[in-house]
């Protein structure tokens, strides 16, 4: 019908499976922030375009140097992320949030259009291929599914074991109980959402490795990571790398089987799910 | 019949929380529903008022199956319900609050609203309409819930541990209130109740639940001397006459 | 009707000078005048977009974040019946029409999806048909989009009277709305479904009353932004943005309540004030940013507000 043959098909697939797994990555964050610290940031995308356009300008114009580059692209995002949990989301209401979160990605967006101007650039990396049997494997893509799984897994590591990462918990868990026992809630919140912008940093550059950037498609990764994480789960970290993946991998069959109507039929079918399973394919099973 | 319950079973995966109940009771009546915390009354509750679905069994109210309808549809039927943990809108004036439920039987707003002024005199919360019910105090709020409830002209109210952490004085005033309710607006009355008093001062017939199962039904008096209720859940060395 | 719109005027003494100052403003001729009625036109949709958002969150606590799709639906309808020569008034009630369709399976999800996860089948339902929008090209023209017929055109004035008339209809609707059986049910769910609905308050049919009585709200928007603007593109009716101002218009003026978004239109005058001063050239970007930073002054310093300004005062007196 599609006139493919089994190696096209599994070609598509996989390298549909691998950008997937950067999707599960920053979706994962998002329902970190979304569904454990009950922030819905709206600004989520555009700090995620942000760190697309300063990895772009590190490779092509800074000759920083990957490894400072990366540190000092962390250090900000997580003072800044927890400057603003700090002094402008916490103790507030979720309304409230949204409305300046909102604000925010208007002034990041607009910075971006008024410093970059709002041509798309990318990085144009031509990938290298790997094949196996007649599956063509696109190595860059292959090394960003590694990538996202390990960060991810490290992620999970460091809640479970290390000390802030147990008192984040505790806080997630029971607020009023932490701040009885001597834990600083709203710091460890602000910590915990700083982190998340770790995360979110990490996704950002290797976004740019796999595409295009420009001030407004921050709008679409919001959008995204918003029916990402709820088709994983709110709040299901690994719920949502899985939904990454799937997403991943449906938006590459969809392409395949008509690229006209892939999008409408990607959101079609996330209404649907929405609707048949409204909290989602992989949903904790805690919340009732 | 005025309300008849026959086999009614619902179990919550392993657990059996109502196992084949049947009571039956007259109009004009108030019936107590007691038995010890997981006995089953709550479940039991929102089965009738629909919020839970029957596995198995029958609920008539003058002859009609209510069983398997809708809450409001139940509301619509004749039987209202107040509810374990006290709900309300918190963000409404108390006024409206009751509006809500005149709105059930009146659609059109000047008849709805007479009713509503009508239920607030009858309740005695007057002079307090205009006020937001989150900033009633809590005994003004149980108030406005019977209220609303009243509002929808029952002919069946369910209260649910209406009088939960009143003291003796708001026991006695909301008592007051319902036989009133139960006299002048004829409203029958089917009550779970904790504080023993009430149920042996106001009820003409009791239920008692333990397991899911109904474990006795009779008068208050007849209830106190069952020699399996006083075990089960009264102890064994009930003095049954301080309760006289 | 007349009785309830003039006690609704004598009870709002102070909306009658503006009004009529805004009823006269036309006739004085000077320079800038095209410039103010341009505003002021945009600033009425966006009252009239907020008040039919706030039908469904405000009062009735939806939380849609695909409200675009109502106003875009409406547009696109609208913009192919007036494609095909017919009445103006058939492409207003084929676009309601659509809405109203649009509006009723919105309604009957939103009795099986509550809080952020109905915002988010809003927000899929508003992507998809942007996509489609974008995609459809055979009937859309995609991002091309369509433009009017010339037959349609009106002058300046006559589409300020009309977008005048349009948002004190809008205002006294959610009046008596707000003040009749309808919106007492809505507020009850927004309160608590549970105790509405053992109050005999049918939760399916009130809300999918609320949903098609907002989107044919926002439908009539979108018919309007076609004989304004006189071409659609799907980036200007279907993308977030146009949501996001939307919800940013309600919050900013006061959510769940009449009058708020009659105040939340200063920030849509802000910021196409700003857009006029320091828009295009190099400077592109920079009113957005203006935009934003005070956004999130007027939310951080009034969470509830421009409204509760007026209400503290009243308070205080």
Redesign the interface.
Known sequence: MFNLDFPSVMTILINGLCTGGVYGLFASSFTFQ?GSLNI?D?SFGSWLMLAMYLTFFMYTGWQTGIVPFVILLFLCYFTISFLISRF?LSK??E??N???T??????I???????FS?SPRSLGIIERTISIGGVQIMQTRLIMLVLSAAILIGFHAFLKRTWTGKTIRAVIQRKEMAYLIGINSDRVKNVAFAVSYVMLSASGIMLIVLFSVE?TIG?FY??MS??IC?IGG?GNLKGAFFSGLLVGVLIAVLNMMSS??A??L???I??II??VR??GLFALKSRS | MFFEVSGITKSYGGLVANSDISLEFEEGAIVGLIGPNGAGKSTLFKTISGYVVPDRGRIAFRGAQISGLAPHRVCKAGIACTFQDAKSFPKLEMFETILVGAYCRHGNKRRASARAGEIIDFVGLGGKESQMTERLNMFDRKKVELAAALATEPELLLLDELFAGCTPTEVVELLKLLKKANETLGVTLFIIEHVLKVIMSACQKVVVLDYGEVLDIGTPDEIVRSKKVVAAYLGEDYDASQYK | MGGKAKDFLMGNKAVIVPLLILIALPLVQIDIMAFILNLLIVSFMYVCLAQSWNILAGFCGLLSMGHCAFFGLGAYITIMVLNLHLNIVWAILAAAAANMALAYIVGAISVRVKDIFFAMVTLALAQLLYNLSMQWVEVTRGPRGLIMPQIYMMDRQTLFYIALAMTALFVFAIHVIRESRMGTMFVALRENEDLAKSLGVNVAKWKIAASVVSAVMASLVGSYYVLYIRSVQPPAVFTFNVTMKIMIVAFVGGKGTVKGPLLGAVIIILDELIRGWLGGGRYSGLPGIIYGIILALVILFLPNGLISIFRGRRKAA
């Not at chain 1, 909102?102 to 002034?107: A, D, K, R, T, V």
């Not at chain 1, 967006?109 to 410093?115: I, S």
């Open positions: 979304c819905t709206f402008m507030r209401d309304f409230t949204m409305i300046i909102m604000g925010i990605s208007l002034i967006q607009n910075a971006a259009t008024l410093l709002s001030p709008g919001q959008m918003f029916l709820i709110l006209q109507f999008m409408v990607l959101f079609l996330f209404a929405l609707v409204p909290r």
